[in-house]
Each structure stands twice: as structure tokens, then as C-alpha cells.
């Protein structure tokens, strides 16, 4: 059973950073990629960045291109997410996923595409 387990979340202030953490456990294999979403209140769930289990295309949301930077150690089986210049509009908690499969698809923005889920960590930044 995979278990992904998310950290590094907490209160910054805007224009500061964050890295968040995602570590996998319970089966590292047959991992096609893994993704980084969140969900702010009364909103629902959106994409953040992806990036493939193998070299690769990074993928991101163009509200934080430029800002964010995700990135995989799978010597540690962990995915990173690097979170600089935060906005107030970055606030929500922060799911990170696996993707087992590709689904004959090239989209990574798609949350069906994705296999096991994080409990969320929050991230709130305030101005």
C-alpha cells in the first residue's frame, strides 16, 4: 500500500518561502510520475507542478511558474516542492500524489490521472 506523507507547510509571510516534503513509502515502483495540488477554502482542488518518476519535463501551473520549483530525490523516494516570492492567492493546503500510469495521456493537470494521495499540508501566507 503506498503511503505518502506530506511536510513543511506553516505560516510565512508574502514574498517569503517554503519547501514542502512528500515522502513515498510502501511501493516506489511502477511510479510513472507525481504531482503537487492544492485546494484553497471553497475552492476546489488545482493543479500545482508534476514532474515524471524518470528524467524529464517539469510541468507547472502558470500562476507559479517562475516561483516554484518541484524536484524528486529517489535515492530518498521523496518529491520536494520549493516555493519562493509566496502570494496570499499561494494559500491552501498542499496535496502531493502518484501517478502510476501514463493513461496514454501527456496531461499531468489532471487530478483523476493520479493514484494515491497525501493527507494535505497547509500553507498559509499572509501580507
Known amino acids: 500500500q503506498v503511503q505518502l506523507v506530506e511536510s513543511g507547510g506553516g505560516l510565512v509571510l508574502a514574498g517569503g518561502s517554503l519547501r514542502l516534503s512528500c515522502a513515498v513509502s510502501?511501493?516506489?515502483?511502477?511510479?510513472?510520475?507525481m504531482g503537487w495540488f492544492r485546494q484553497a477554502p471553497g475552492k476546489e482542488r488545482e493543479f500545482v507542478a508534476a514532474?515524471?518518476?524518470?528524467?524529464?519535463?517539469?510541468y507547472y501551473a502558470d500562476s507559479v511558474k517562475g516561483r516554484f520549483t518541484i524536484s524528486r530525490d529517489k535515492s530518498k523516494n521523496t518529491l520536494y516542492l520549493q516555493m519562493n516570492s509566496l502570494k496570499s492567492e499561494d494559500t491552501g493546503v498542499y496535496y502531493c500524489?502518484?501517478?502510476?500510469?501514463?493513461?496514454?495521456?501527456?496531461?499531468?493537470?489532471?487530478?483523476?490521472?493520479?493514484?494515491?494521495w497525501g493527507q494535505g499540508t497547509p500553507v498559509t501566507v499572509t501580507t
Open positions: 510502501g511501493g516506489t515502483f511502477n511510479i510513472h510520475g
Open positions: 514532474i515524471p518518476w524518470s528524467a524529464g519535463a517539469t
Open positions: 500524489a502518484v501517478r502510476r500510469f501514463r493513461y496514454g495521456s501527456s496531461d499531468w493537470t489532471n487530478p483523476t490521472f493520479y493514484n494515491h
